[in-house]
């Protein structure tokens, strides 16, 4: 969670909606879980066996004892389920093509979807940074842990690896050219090229709501201000500017606002500012240190690392009511980021990834075969 100013950092360094409409949702109180039975064999069942256990939503029970029924199997191209409910009814029957992990999950998803009537986790994608290979490079895996792949090899120094929307694209900063650049990878195309690459300091790019546009850091005009530029590359312009250093840019969910770091009155804090440039208005936080904000996928939350009794935590604030909460305790808590249901964050500690049920708090590691890992972003 430490905060440089930017120059010293880089050298440190879905359901359809007929469906939903046909089939009641269930409103799952905090602390409670809908329980499934699920019916599958294998490796299919214990996909999604994990699956449901980790939206922290559902409990996976005996069929007695349960209020829905899954049943699955493979279809050798994929995966068909059916969820009925104990009472007989049969909400769906759907067919997911891909491999076996692949449709497993979409499966767990629909299921989800279908009975809170919010977005599963389960196909979500993280991308994070790891050491493993020697050089910090840019890694992607499924957010329970498995399929972990290596997207870059540039040998060099990669940071910040952030989601598009649609997460197709990963946009990261890189010192592949010896300074540090802003780069763009196109997954589906194994491509990546240079985005922004202008005089002084390239970093911290994160994607608009719309995929379109990118907020980013650059000193290019000698302060290292906040600027956005067309996410395909061309001409930045400056959001917000001050005398001291901004940073680590995240998006409101509508496209309006971005919330950063800034240290103009000395510490790293947290502030907002209009996409388009305007008045910054401090984000309140209990701690003097505040760094690395994540805004929620519903709008509700900003997650961020704080520095208190000589450790790095989690932190979140509820924009509604704006109660702030610490949610970690012990060790050095990182890099936090929501998945697509608002109510889980993935963030790093001590070298590993770890996923984290902001209701329960319970904490689940993920990276179990790979180490040195560092700045976990979710796709959403």
């Known amino acids: ?29 905090a602390g409670s879980s809908i329980p499934v039975s699920i019916t599958a064999s294998g490796e299919l069942g214990k996909i999604l066996k994990n699956d449901f256990t980790l939206t922290g939503v559902s409990t996976v029970v005996p069929a007695d004892q349960a209020e829905f029924i899954i049943s699955a199997s493979s279809t050798g191209s994929g995966v068909s389920g059916t969820l009925k409910s104990t009472s007989g009814q049969t909400r769906f029957t759907k067919s997911f093509s891909g491999d076996l992990r692949s449709a497993a999950h979409q499966l767990a998803d629909a299921v989800i979807q279908d009975m809170t009537g919010k977005p599963g986790i389960a196909t979500s994608k993280v991308t994070f940074i790891s ?3 020697g050089k910090k490079e840019v890694y992607i895996m499924d957010i329970d842990g498995e399929k ?8 060099s120094i990669a940071l910040g690896p952030k989601f598009s929307p649609d997460g197709q694209r990963i946009a990261f900063t890189s010192y592949k050219s010896g300074y540090p650049d802003v780069w763009v990878i196109d997954l589906a195309r194994s491509t990546k090229r240079a985005i922004a690459f202008f005089p002084g300091v390239n970093s911290g790019a994160s ?13 290019k005009d000698g302060n290292t201000d906040l600027y956005t530029m067309p996410a ?28 950063f770091v800034s240290d103009v009155r000395g510490s790293p804090q947290l502030y907002i500012v209009p996409a388009d440039g305007g008045s910054l208005s401090r984000l309140q936080t209990f701690a003097s240190y505040t760094t690395e904000p994540n805004w929620s996928p519903d709008g509700n939350f900003i997650a961020y690392s704080i520095m208190t009794a000589g450790q790095s935590q989690i932190a979140i604030t509820d924009l509604r009511t704006k109660k702030q909460t610490i949610i970690t305790s012990s060790g050095n808590n990182e890099s936090p980021s929501w998945a697509r249901d608002s109510r889980h964050l993935v963030f790093a500690r001590s070298g590993k990834l770890y996923l984290c049920d902001t209701v329960t708090r319970k904490t689940t590691p993920l990276t179990r075969n790979i180490s040195s890992c560092t700045e976990p972003n979710v796709s959403r």
Request: proline share 7%.
């Open 232 to 259: 395909a590359g061309g001409n930045p312009t400056r959001i917000a500017r001050t005398r001291g250093t901004e940073a680590s840019p995240s998006w409101s969910p509508n496209g309006s606002e971005v919330v």
């Open 131 to 133: 050491k493993q290979s």
């Open 1 to 29: 969670m430490k905060f440089y100013a930017l120059p010293a950092l880089m050298c440190l360094l879905g359901l359809t909606s007929a469906a939903i409409a046909q089939n009641p949702v269930i409103t799952v109180k």
């Open 148 to 155: 972990v792949r290596q997207i870059t090899r540039d040998q």
């Open 207 to 219: 994607f608009s709501p719309d995929g379109n546009t990118l907020a980013l850091t650059l000193s």
